[in-house]
């Protein structure tokens, strides 16, 4: 499997590769539990389909390029823009009429979606493992003694500038204002005018964009098949986690901590590419029990 | 504690559709339906260990497909390894499952709705490369083949039955058995404690409920069935494999639990059957990858039936009953742990 | 025409029957008190006003219905409501707040003015925008409220016990400021009020509640000196 090649790193190399290698990853994560937060600050519930959907946008990305002879750098924004209005139209037609049910329903049709996203990928493009262009140059530059890849600052980099702009856009913004009212005070938000469904259906269309953007970052590492996404979206869960699921900043900083100790497990713990998952597993289990706000987290918990 | 008056022509219904069963194989299916069938069985046994845990007791687990792999492992590896006769492997099977149960409880303890919900599916993720990893055991990426079963009457020796209706039948007489047991544990204190622990945990605690304890006990017997159901499968398959029982397998069980409908009797068959009738759900049965046409029926059965089959039909039953007797007062609610129907017992 | 036009409404809460039949009118430009004992029904009416309650019967705002109309879009037509508790958005800040009031608005300048203005009224936010909410104390949160809500440039303003929980002084200056807001800016107030005194002195007319009934309305000055309505309905 492509994760397993991807996730064991060089044992060889030195300890600073290998903290450069665990950041690099640990950006992918990162960006996928942005995903994850937004929705989770929207409606304090887990979109357990985030994963998958970014896989299919992924997909699309791949077709308007190898198919349509699209550039990378103008099918990235087009895919970045269908999956924000994918993901609005989802919220509206989809989560809409389960916006105010118990929790077990929200993630039964989240569930749902994983499915049908899964098996649409599968179906349209099949499972044959497809390569994916990557925007940067693949040339190996060296700080400092270290070897670092275009590619590793590439995904960092993204990283970074997605939680800015993300920072930027809840902190500066009105819209940004609003849709923080409308999840934290949906009544009171109500009452000044805010409709607060679209909030939440903005707060989907977001997280889509991320989760695209994401995706395509991933693709050119892991190789594009319809399983892209589902061992990302498990550390992504662990990062989200460790970080505290409401806080962005927490999410990115989350992910690079599980990149770096994913890197280090595999190079200081012999044969342990299988226990990857399971040691995101028990992080979770172990964030969860002593500290569910995460390490940056808000130090009260909120509604479960 | 109220019987339904359902239970009464409920009972012959039973009755009946238990005899349909038991004669099925033998005039009407053939061989591969009579598998299919010894599939939904198992299935079935996995379904009602999810309808206590979540719908009985109000913990989300999506791992579940953790302990079913946990069963099915032990049988391989005693039948395989140690050369046990497989069928006394089962019993085992369940208990080492329901020491798995008993860990993931313990943490679980203390983690509600969504954390819950999350940890579980990463428990389930991450089985298969854990299984992966102890190659020793569980032989790796290559799993285990185990003999095809035989029956120890020699009914199958003797061509009395084909292997498929042997498998039916252990199968169907597990479930039967598994499902009477389910039902007095539930009418037991037991059961009203899970209840009340689903419903409130404060008012149970305040009322003197061993959260701990129950809570753990909930897990446990969820991952026994869990296991017994994963033994029965690897049985049925006489292979497994760590991909067995991925995720694809707890949401199967937990949307066919769903869907039949949480916390009630009938539920887990209901969502058994169901599993049959929706042609997609075969696939499930044996490779258990999800679907385009499985995640549109449970988000159209989230919308208009959130409490599952049964809850619609009790659900229906109680409208029917208030218009016949305007004035006396509703059946009584449960708690809303799907959607708006209120789920009874 | 009246601003605002009640006609017998019926409100629910769940299987609970809160208001059987309560008509009022609200002209344009005055303020109206909604007094009565606890439980009377004066939350519940401001709340079915606004839509956060099932209603039965004609709500009328400028002459268009707005029963079943949900609460955004009625917030949007002009109608800006400080519920019970105040609703501060506490985790946000006191700027914030403020801008939330302003949010659907697409003039700059003139939000600009009524932030000026805002600080008028009440100089001591200036100094505090950045605080959280929460920190406020209760009558300092009371008025970001009313801010919150005069930013709307709403056309009518609900109040839902404005005086509740603070000490008199703090009462007498808030209520001048709602003086200020009716008479400066013509918006139309309806005040529901325990403190019956202080709100029949601001209030031009006043209807009493009972049970969920209109029991009493008229001029306030002549609820105000009527003994035996004082005694019967207004505690004092």
């Known amino acids: 499997m492509g994760t397993e090649v991807f996730l064991s790193a060089n044992p060889v190399e030195g300890l600073e590769q290998q903290l450069v290698f665990g950041i690099a990853t640990g950006s ?10 937004l929705i989770y600050r929207a409606m304090e519930a887990i979109n357990f389909a985030q994963g998958e959907m ?64 899964n098996g649409l990928s599968g179906l349209i493009w099949g499972y044959t493992i497809r390569t994916f262009p990557s925007p940067f140059p693949v040339t190996p530059i060296s700080l400092g003694g270290v070897g670092i890849g275009f590619q590793d600052l590439g995904l960092i980099g993204v990283s970074l500038v997605l939680l800015f702009l993300i920072y930027l856009f809840f902190s500066r913004t009105k819209l940004g204002l609003m849709m923080r009212a409308a999840s934290l005070y949906p009544q009171s938000s109500r009452l000044v005018g805010v409709r607060v469904g679209w909030m939440l259906a903005l707060g989907w269309g977001l997280s889509a964009a991320v989760g695209a953007v994401s995706g395509m970052m991933v693709a050119p590492v892991l190789s594009l098949d319809p399983s892209l996404m589902q061992s990302v979206l498990l550390f992504a869960f662990t990062a989200a986690v460790l970080g505290g699921i409401e806080n962005p900043l927490g999410a990115v900083i989350g992910g690079i901590v599980v990149g770096v100790l994913l890197a280090l497990v595999g190079t200081y713990i012999p044969h342990a590419e299988d226990l990857r998952l399971v040691f995101g597993f028990i992080v979770i289990v172990l964030v969860l029990l002593f500290r569910p706000a995460g390490l940056i987290g808000r130090a009260h918990v909120t509604r479960v | 504690m109220r019987t339904t008056s359902l239970l009464k022509p409920g009972n012959a219904l039973s009755l ?12 009407v299916l053939g061989r591969f339906p009579t598998l299919e069938w010894a599939y939904v069985w198992a299935l079935l046994i996995g379904m009602i260990g999810v309808n206590i845990l979540t719908g009985y007791c109000g913990q989300i687990s999506l791992g579940n497909s953790a302990f079913m792999a946990i069963g099915g492992y032990t049988t391989a590896i005693l039948t395989y390894t140690a050369g046990w006769n497989y069928l006394l492997t089962i019993p085992v099977a369940g208990v080492l499952a329901s020491v798995g149960g008993v860990m993931v409880g313990i943490p679980a303890l203390k983690l509600r709705g969504i954390y819950l919900a999350t940890a579980t599916f990463a428990l389930a993720i991450s089985a298969p490369s854990v299984i992966r990893h102890f190659d020793q055991l569980s032989g790796g990426s290559q799993g285990i083949s185990i003999p095809p079963a035989e029956d120890p009457f020699g009914l199958v020796r003797s061509q009395s039955l084909t292997g498929e209706q042997w498998l039916y039948y252990m199968a169907l007489v597990l479930a039967v058995v598994l499902f009477l047991f389910s039902r007095a544990l539930l009418k037991s204190h037991v059961g009203r404690a899970f209840r009340s622990i689903r419903d409130s945990e404060t008012a149970a605690v305040a009322n003197g409920v061993n959260l701990t304890f129950y809570k753990t006990l909930a897990f446990a017997i969820s ?26 397998f ?17 539920g887990p068959i209901l969502g ?17 990858k999800p679907d385009i046409a499985f995640g549109v029926l449970l988000i159209l059965v989230m919308y208009t039936m959130p409490s599952g089959i049964a809850g619609g039909v009790y659900s229906l039953w109680a409208w029917y009953q208030r218009q016949r007797a305007a004035g006396r007062p509703k059946s009584g609610d449960g708690t809303i742990l799907v959607g708006k129907a209120a789920s009874t017992r | 025409m009246a601003l605002l036009e009640l006609q017998d409404v019926f409100a629910t809460y769940g299987s609970r029957r809160a208001l059987h039949g309560v008509s009022m009118n609200v002209e344009e430009g005055s303020i109206v008190a909604l007094l009565g004992a606890n439980g009377a029904g004066k939350t519940t009416t401001l709340r079915a006003i606004t839509g956060l309650v099932k209603v039965q019967g004609a709500i009328r705002f400028d002459g268009q219905r707005i029963t079943g109309v949900a609460t955004e879009e009625i917030a949007r037509l002009g109608i800006a409501h400080v519920p019970e508790g105040r609703g501060t958005m506490s985790q946000l800040s006191v700027l914030e707040n403020l801008q939330m009031g302003a949010c659907l608005r697409h003039d700059p300048k003139a939000v600009r003015q009524d932030l000026d203005r805002v600080y008028a009224y009440f100089p001591w936010m200036k100094s505090r925008l950045a605080q959280p909410a929460a920190l406020l104390s209760g009558g ?33 200056g808030i209520f001048k400021i ?8 013509g918006v139309t107030i309806v005040l529901v009020e325990q403190n019956a005194r202080i709100a029949l002195k601001t209030a031009g007319s006043a209807y009493v509640l009972e049970v969920g009934v209109v029991a009493v309305s008229g001029l306030a000055r002549e609820l105000a000196q009527d003994e035996s309505v004082r005694e019967s309905y207004l505690g004092y």
Do not use: C
């Open chain 1, 28 to 37: 992918i994560y990162a960006s996928l539990a942005l995903a994850l937060v």
């Open chain 1, 54 to 117: 970014a896989t299919f946008s992924t997909f699309i990305a791949w077709t308007l390029m190898a198919t349509f002879h699209m550039s990378f750098w103008i099918a990235f924004p087009l895919v970045v823009v269908l999956s924000f209005v994918g993901g609005v139209a989802l919220e509206r037609v989809v989560i809409r009429p389960v916006e105010r049910a118990p929790i077990l329903t929200t993630i039964l049709v989240t569930l749902g979606l994983f499915s049908i996203f």
């Open chain 2, 223 to 248: 991952a026994f069935y869990a296991g017994l159901a994963g033994s029965l499968y690897t049985i049925n398959t006489a292979y497994i494999s760590p991909d067995s029982f991925d995720v694809g």
């Open chain 3, 140 to 172: 300092e949160q009371q008025m970001l409220a009313i801010a919150r809500a005069a930013m709307m440039r709403p056309r009518l303003l609900l109040l839902d016990e404005p005086s509740l929980g603070l000490a008199p002084i703090v009462v007498k």
């Open chain 2, 272 to 288: 058994a059957v169901f599993t049959v009738w929706s042609p997609r759900y075969t696939q499930i049965l044996f490779n258990a």
């Open chain 2, 250 to 266: 707890s949401l199967a069980l937990v949307v066919g639990a769903v869907i039949g409908g949480l916390g009630t009797g009938i």
């Open chain 3, 178 to 185: 709602i003086e200020a807001i009716n008479s400066e800016q």
């Open chain 2, 16 to 27: 009946f559709l238990l005899l349909v069963a038991v004669m099925a194989p033998l005039y």
